[in-house]
């Protein structure tokens, strides 16, 4: 199955998209690898839809990959006397460990750590930003506040902490417990972690995993981006979680900090989601709004590695269709003359290592001598990331002994994951991608395609070598 696109579309699943008819139908229309929200999914459930999303890749006969997305710490205030209370600006209101019904003077907040980090002068927004509370005097019991905006509060309303950085990690019992059901099910490819504020919040799950999983980092707290450098290095993956950021942080500047962790993680050589009500419109809706089209093709501009649909497919009316409106808009903003402009001049310099040498190299002979397609072998996935992070104006397909391997790779730009043996001497490695490009079309007879590899071959980390070869007359022999 070629995609006429390069960058990737991952897909959330939900009630309107969990049965495997609607997931093949997803796939075929586009989506490259599919979310499972663990705040929505039990235990049996997610091992049910990861049976479905196998039986989808054994049929269309392509390496699929899964996303597992952690609830992470999920901070709510109490309840209400009378499920809700009226507030006026200017007010003062009290938030404090006393677990009975709240009422317009104070509400019971159910999290020790919350009493005992916020100082006051910290921001405590609820219920997304809608109710605006300024602390003024803190306690380890209570936190009294200031209404600065909004009039309504209610039963168990979320609370966000923009200037507070809590003393807990980002684990909570539940995602522990989820945690061990995803590495033991041993067929999903990726985690995604919530609430990320350090880098030590990823210190535990990473020791857990034990590199079973990728680690893809859900970027949604301002404390995250103080030190986003460190949080990329540890991190296999990043996202883009413009929802909670854009609580959490002025919304004017989250299209900035998008560009910002964009080029960030390109410069890096790791993958990056963008993420949040891309398509919102079309949960509803046939057709998105010229807005959201927009706002998809920013991130197509921009050379994320994918882009990504929520309540769209997961709950939405139309699912299919707005996997299919993602992947119409990815291929036209693709073949806009401003693209390869843009794409090119946000280039990373190359790091000093025989991967990127050869993934450089292999990128300007494909360019000049407009070669069909650049083959790497990669094990590990590390050459497939090198050769994405160059942005070729020609497609990569990245061949794998290892299923893993090509499943973990289908949230990269631009590559086509092919599950095929090692290669066993020089001349047939040559003869295995030629026959390969041809067969996944993406080279006829005659025409030429660039191979890097290891020597010697099968060894991970190895790359260190280029090839230019013929697709031969009969379309399958390197010549």
Same mark, same amino acid.
């Given at each position: 199955?070629?995609?006429?696109?390069?960058?990737?579309?991952?897909?959330? #699943?939900?009630?309107?998209?969990?049965?495997?008819?609607?997931?093949?139908?997803?796939?075929?229309?586009?989506?490259?690898?599919?979310?499972?929200? @663990?705040?929505?999914? =039990?235990?049996? @459930? @997610?091992?049910?839809?990861?049976?479905?999303?196998?039986?989808?890749?054994?049929?269309?006969? *392509?390496? $699929?990959?899964?996303?597992? /997305? +952690?609830?992470?710490?999920?901070?709510?205030?109490?309840?209400?006397?009378?499920?809700?209370?009226?507030?006026?600006?200017?007010?003062?209101?009290?938030? /404090?460990?006393?677990?009975?019904?709240?009422? !317009?003077?104070?509400?019971? %907040?159910?999290?020790?750590?919350?009493?005992?980090?916020?100082?006051?002068?910290?921001?405590?927004?609820?219920?997304?930003?809608?109710? &605006?509370? +300024?602390?003024?005097?803190?306690?380890?019991?209570?936190?009294?506040?200031?209404?600065?905006?909004?009039?309504?509060?209610?039963?168990?309303?979320?609370?966000?902490?923009?200037?507070?950085?809590?003393?807990?990690?980002?684990?909570?019992?539940? /995602?522990?417990?989820?945690?061990?059901?995803?590495?033991?099910?041993?067929?999903?490819?990726?985690?995604?972690?919530?609430?990320?504020?350090?880098?030590?919040?990823?210190?535990?799950?990473?020791?857990?995993?034990?590199? *079973?999983?990728? #680690?893809? =980092?859900?970027?949604?707290?301002?404390?995250?981006?103080?030190?986003?450098?460190? $949080?990329?290095? #540890?991190?296999?993956?990043?996202?883009? !979680?413009?929802?909670?950021?854009?609580?959490?942080?002025?919304?004017?500047?989250?299209?900035?900090?998008?560009?910002?962790? $964009?080029?960030?993680?390109?410069?890096?050589?790791?993958?990056?989601?963008?993420?949040?009500?891309? +398509?919102?419109?079309?949960?509803?809706?046939?057709?998105?709004?010229?807005?959201?089209?927009?706002?998809?093709?920013?991130?197509?501009?921009?050379?994320?590695?994918?882009?990504?649909?929520?309540?769209?497919?997961?709950?939405?009316?139309?699912?299919?269709?707005?996997?299919?409106?993602?992947? =119409?808009?990815?291929?036209?903003?693709?073949?806009?003359?401003?693209?390869?402009?843009?794409?090119?001049?946000?280039?990373? &310099?190359?790091?000093?290592?025989?991967?990127?040498?050869?993934?450089?190299?292999?990128?300007?002979?494909?360019?000049?001598?407009?070669?069909?397609?650049?083959?790497?072998?990669?094990?590990?996935?590390?050459?497939?990331?090198?050769?994405?992070?160059?942005?070729?104006?020609?497609?990569?397909?990245? +061949?794998?002994?290892?299923?893993?391997?090509?499943?973990?790779?289908?949230?990269?730009?631009?590559?086509?994951?092919?599950?095929?043996?090692? !290669?066993?001497?020089?001349?047939? @490695?040559?003869?295995?991608?030629?026959?390969? !490009?041809? *067969?996944?079309?993406?080279?006829?007879?005659?025409?030429?395609?660039?191979?890097?590899?290891?020597?010697? %071959?099968?060894?991970?980390?190895?790359?260190?070598?280029? *090839?230019?070869?013929?697709?031969?007359?009969?379309?399958?022999?390197?010549?």
């Amino acid at each position: 199955m070629k995609r006429l696109r390069n960058v990737k579309i991952l897909a959330t #699943l939900g009630p309107a998209s969990s049965d495997e008819a609607m997931i093949q139908k997803l796939h075929e229309a586009g989506a490259d690898l599919f979310r499972i929200n @663990m705040s929505h999914s =039990s235990h049996e @459930m @997610m091992r049910t839809l990861v049976g479905r999303i196998r039986a989808v890749e054994k049929t269309c006969g *392509r390496p $699929i990959g899964v996303l597992a /997305d +952690l609830q992470g710490p999920k901070l709510r205030v109490g309840k209400f006397a009378d499920g809700s209370a009226t507030l006026k600006a200017g007010q003062t209101f009290t938030l /404090d460990n006393k677990d009975v019904p709240g009422d !317009a003077t104070r509400v019971f %907040l159910p999290h020790p750590e919350i009493l005992e980090a916020v100082q006051p002068g910290h921001r405590l927004l609820i219920d997304d930003g809608r109710l &605006q509370l +300024l602390a003024v005097e803190s306690t380890k019991t209570s936190i009294v506040c200031t209404v600065v905006s909004g009039t309504k509060i209610s039963d168990r309303k979320g609370v966000s902490l923009p200037d507070t950085t809590l003393g807990v990690g980002a684990l909570t019992e539940k /995602d522990r417990s989820d945690l061990d059901a995803i590495l033991a099910v041993d067929d999903i490819d990726w985690v995604a972690l919530s609430f990320i504020q350090r880098p030590e919040d990823l210190a535990e799950v990473r020791k857990i995993a034990r590199g *079973r999983v990728g #680690l893809m =980092s859900k970027i949604e707290k301002p404390q995250a981006l103080e030190c986003i450098d460190e $949080i990329i290095e #540890l991190s296999d993956a990043l996202m883009v !979680a413009r929802g909670d950021l854009g609580v959490e942080m002025p919304i004017e500047s989250v299209p900035g900090i998008q560009k910002q962790l $964009i080029r960030a993680c390109r410069k890096a050589g790791k993958p990056v989601v963008v993420a949040t009500q891309m +398509l919102e419109s079309m949960i509803s809706a046939p057709v998105p709004t010229r807005a959201e089209v927009s706002d998809v093709a920013t991130a197509v501009f921009e050379g994320a590695d994918a882009v990504m649909l929520s309540a769209e497919s997961a709950a939405g009316d139309y699912p299919v269709e707005a996997v299919e409106m993602m992947a =119409s808009i990815a291929r036209k903003v693709e073949r806009d003359p401003n693209y390869p402009g843009i794409i090119y001049s946000q280039r990373p &310099q190359p790091d000093a290592t025989g991967a990127d040498a050869i993934s450089l190299a292999a990128r300007q002979i494909a360019e000049t001598l407009n070669l069909s397609a650049i083959v790497c072998y990669t094990s590990s996935g590390n050459t497939g990331l090198r050769a994405a992070r160059e942005r070729p104006n020609v497609p990569i397909i990245a +061949l794998s002994p290892v299923i893993q391997t090509a499943r973990r790779l289908s949230v990269v730009w631009g590559l086509h994951c092919v599950v095929t043996q090692d !290669a066993t001497d020089l001349d047939d @490695m040559v003869d295995r991608a030629c026959r390969i !490009a041809f *067969r996944e079309e993406f080279g006829k007879p005659g025409d030429r395609i660039i191979i890097s590899a290891g020597v010697p %071959l099968g060894t991970p980390g190895s790359t260190n070598m280029v *090839r230019i070869a013929y697709i031969g007359s009969d379309g399958m022999t390197g010549i």
